[in-house]
C-alpha cells in the first residue's frame, strides 16, 4: 500500500518530521493546536504549527541549537522554505506556544503500540510496568525556583533534577502515560496520577518502592491485576497457604499472594543467591504458578530499558536545554512524543513479517534513520509516495538484533555531566539463571494459618 504526502506551503513547509510524519501529521498538529487554543491569529515567521515540529525535531537532533535544528528541516525542501528565522525568533515561537500543545500531543499518541506479536502479554494480560527515574535541568535562577539540584555523596551539588514517573508496554516499550515534576515530589506521589492509565486486562509490574499499601489498593481498584517486589523482611497478616508453597494474605483491604523465591545470578565475579518476596492479586495458584509469576516480574526491566533510551542514546547523557520550568515542560512532552513516535514506526516495521519479535527492532538504527529521513524531508515532498513500511522501517529489518540471549550485568552508574566518574555496581538479575521455591503437592488443598 502507498500513500502520497505533501509539503506545505510558504512559512509552514518547515513543518514536518520526515518519514515520521506520517505518524504525527499535519492534521493531528493542527487539531491539538485548536484543542489548546495555541492557534496564532495571524500567520508569523515561524507559525505555531512549525513550532510544534521544531521542539520535536530538536529531541531528534539533541546536541544542536535550534537554529541548526531549523536549518535541518529546511534542508531537504529546497525552493519551498523561503525563511531563516533568529535564534530570538524561534525562542519567541517556543514561548508563545507553550507547554500545553506539548502535551495534548503526548496525550494523544501515548498508548500501547498495536502489533500481532505475543510479546507484552501473559495468559491474556497485557504486562506493563510502572517505575521512576531523573532527568538533569540547566542549572539557572528559574529553573531552580521550581526544580533541586541533586546531592552527592562527597556534599558537591550537581544538576537540578525532575522526577519522571511512566507506564510502559512491556512487549513494545511503547508509552502509556507519564507525569513528571520536581524530584522533591515521591515517586509514588506520581505513580497515583498515572492510576488514570491502568486498565482492567493488565498485569503492572512494579520493584519493591511501590509496594505502598494505598498505592496498591488504587492500582487494584482500577481492575488491574498487580505483580510487585516487596522488602523480603515484610510481615503480613497471612491468611492461607497455597498448594505451590505461596501465602494468600491481607494487604490493607486487598488479598494478595505472598510469593518467596530464592533467586541466583550469575556473573563474571561469581555466583550470589538472593531472596525476592513478590506481591500479586493473581490469588489462584493453578491457573497462575508461582515459578511462572517469578520468570515474568523479570519483565519489569523493560521500563529500565526505555529510561536508558531515552537518557543515554536520545539524550546522550545530555541535560535539558530550557532555562525556564515551562520550557522543560515544553521539551519534557516533546522527548516523550518522540520516543512514542519512534516506538511505533519500530513496531510498524517488525509486525510486518510475522513472527519477530518486537525486542529484535533496534532503538538506535531506528533514532538515526530518522535522522537521516528528517534531512532529506523524506515522505513529506509533494509527489512522493512512500510505503506505510517506509526508510526507516527497513533500515529496521535490514538491521534486527538477534533473538535475546540469557545473559547478567553489573549495574554501573555513571556520572558523565559532572565531569566526575562515581560509580556504583549492584548486581541485578538481567536474566534468572536459576530459582529455587519449596513446593507441595498439588493436590494438597489451601491450608489455613493459625492466626496470631
Not at 509539503?7 to 513547509?13: C, E, I, P, R
Not at 503526548?106 to 510502572?130: C, Q
Not at 522526577?163 to 506521589?189: K, Q, W
Not at 494487604?251 to 565475579?269: F, H, K, N
Request: hydrophobic share 40%; with cysteine.
Amino acid at each position: 500500500m502507498e500513500r502520497t504526502a505533501g509539503v506545505a506551503a510558504g512559512v509552514f513547509a518547515p513543518g514536518h518530521l520526515g518519514e515520521l510524519t506520517r505518524i504525527i501529521p499535519f492534521e493531528m498538529v493542527d487539531a491539538v493546536l485548536a484543542e489548546t487554543r495555541a492557534q496564532e491569529r495571524r500567520v508569523r515567521l515561524v507559525p505555531a504549527r512549525v513550532t510544534v515540529y521544531l521542539l520535536l525535531a530538536a529531541v531528534l537532533f539533541t546536541g544542536l541549537g535550534y537554529r541548526q535544528v531549523f536549518a535541518r528541516l529546511c534542508a531537504g525542501l529546497a525552493g519551498w522554505a523561503p525563511v531563516r528565522p533568529s535564534g530570538s525568533a524561534l525562542r519567541q515561537a517556543r514561548q508563545r506556544l507553550g507547554p500545553a500543545p506539548m502535551k495534548a500531543l503526548f496525550d494523544l499518541i501515548s498508548r500501547p503500540a498495536v502489533t500481532t506479536a505475543a510479546a507484552g502479554w501473559w495468559r491474556g494480560l497485557r504486562v506493563v510496568a510502572v517505575d521512576g527515574n531523573l532527568l538533569s535541568v540547566p542549572d539557572c535562577p528559574a529553573n531552580l525556583r521550581v526544580f533541586t539540584r541533586q546531592r552527592l555523596g562527597n556534599g558537591t551539588s550537581g544538576y537540578p533534577q525532575l522526577r519522571l514517573t511512566a507506564l510502559v508496554a512491556c512487549g513494545t516499550r511503547s508509552l502509556i502515560g507519564g507525569v513528571f515534576g520536581p524530584a522533591t515530589i515521591g515517586e509514588l506521589d506520581y505513580a497515583r496520577r498515572l492510576a488514570t492509565h491502568v486498565r482492567a486486562g493488565m498485569l503492572l509490574l512494579g520493584d519493591r518502592n511501590f509496594a505502598a499499601t494505598d498505592l496498591l489498593g488504587q492500582l487494584a481498584a482500577t481492575g488491574a491485576d498487580l505483580l510487585v517486589r516487596c522488602k523480603s523482611g515484610r510481615n503480613l497478616p497471612a491468611v492461607a497457604r497455597c498448594r505451590d508453597g505461596s501465602i494468600l494474605a491481607r494487604l490493607g483491604a486487598l488479598t494478595v499472594r505472598v510469593i518467596d523465591a530464592e533467586i541466583t545470578i550469575r556473573t563474571p565475579a561469581g555466583s550470589r543467591t538472593g531472596h525476592y518476596r513478590l506481591l500479586t492479586t493473581l490469588t489462584g495458584a493453578s491457573r497462575h504458578p508461582a515459578a511462572d509469576l517469578i520468570r515474568l516480574y523479570h519483565e519489569r526491566w523493560e521500563i529500565e530499558t526505555t529510561y536508558a533510551e531515552l537518557k543515554s542514546t536520545i539524550l546522550s547523557g545530555h541535560v535539558l536545554r530550557a532555562h525556564t520550568p515551562d520550557g522543560i515542560e515544553q521539551e519534557v512532552w516533546a522527548l516523550l512524543t518522540v520516543y512514542q513516535v519512534l516506538r511505533t514506526a519500530m513496531t510498524d516495521a517488525t509486525d510486518s513479517v510475522p513472527g519477530t519479535d518486537p525486542d529484535r527492532a533496534g532503538f538506535t538504527t531506528a533514532l538515526t534513520a530518522a535522522r537521516d529521513q528528517l534531512i532529506l524531508a523524506s515522505g513529506v515532498a509533494t509527489g512522493t509516495d512512500i510505503d506505510l513500511i517506509d526508510t526507516i522501517g527497513h533500515h529496521i529489518l535490514t538491521h534486527l538484533l538477534p533473538a535475546r540471549r540469557v545473559r547478567t550485568k553489573d549495574r554501573i552508574v555513571k556520572r558523565r555531566d559532572l565531569q566526575i566518574q562515581r560509580t556504583r555496581t549492584r548486581h541485578r538479575p538481567d536474566h534468572l539463571q536459576s530459582h529455587h521455591q519449596h513446593q507441595h503437592d498439588p493436590d494438597q488443598p489451601l491450608t489455613p494459618l493459625p492466626q496470631p
